[in-house]
């Protein structure tokens, strides 16, 4: 099973809605990584997880929360959005971030819409 | 600050011939590149990796050649085929990815 899986795959939310987004990998990988990506640009990393543990911090605002429940999920939590962090948010994992030297895999991506 | 560049944002190649994708970096202790292709509604998929000990890794159609002085690398598709055209994007380290280019290969 080579597959990260994100739901929901489309998401509108109010402002002062709150919301999660999940993703899931049972490939044993210890790094998960969430990158939000705008029309046209590429992925930007926003947080990696390493172990169940917060590495990275991409100075993302505080209203994305992320949680690492156990070493095959990954939340991102929502809160107080505003319309500009509409994006497609994408979740990757790998079997380490240590050498840098292996290949992430991605999930499907969950398209967000704030109204 | 973009620290990897991929300055052609399109490319169309005829099928059957090769499909040359470039990109520049500037950062000289990145040490690892990846290439990722992504469909429309998918998320990237890794294509093909060189690490800078290397200046040539080969996998079936897929090449991608590094020149460190130059900070450069390409990647080469040969015969390109139609299954080919999408975006790809290449990355550093994983963590940092270039704009992308977006591949049309022509029947």
């Known amino acids: 099973d080579t597959e990260v899986t994100q739901t929901p795959k489309h998401l509108v939310m109010g402002m002062t809605n709150k919301k999660s987004l999940k993703c899931e990998q049972h490939m044993g990988h210890r790094a998960m990584y969430w990158y939000k990506q705008k029309a046209k640009k590429p992925p930007e990393l926003m947080f990696v997880y390493s172990y169940e543990k917060l590495s990275i911090n991409e100075s993302v605002p505080s209203r994305f929360s992320p949680e690492c429940p156990n070493s095959s999920l990954l939340n991102l939590h929502l809160h107080a959005l505003q319309p500009e962090d509409s994006a497609l948010y994408l979740c990757a994992s790998s079997q380490t971030v240590l050498a840098g030297t292996y290949e992430q895999y991605f999930g499907p991506g969950t398209r967000l819409t704030v109204t | 600050d973009q620290q990897v560049k991929q300055n052609s944002p399109s490319l169309s190649v005829q099928e059957g011939r090769i499909s040359i994708l470039n990109c520049d970096y500037t950062n000289s202790m990145f040490d690892y590149f990846l290439w990722y292709k992504k469909y429309p509604a998918e998320g990237p998929t890794f294509l093909i990796s060189i690490s800078s000990i290397k200046d040539k890794n080969e996998d079936g159609r897929f090449t991608v050649f590094l020149n460190k002085s130059a900070k450069h690398l390409s990647l080469h598709i040969v015969p390109s085929q139609p299954g080919d055209s999408a975006v790809y994007f290449c990355?550093?380290?994983?963590?940092?990815f270039g704009q992308g280019t977006r591949l049309t290969i022509n029947p």
């Open positions: 990355a550093a380290q994983k963590l940092v």
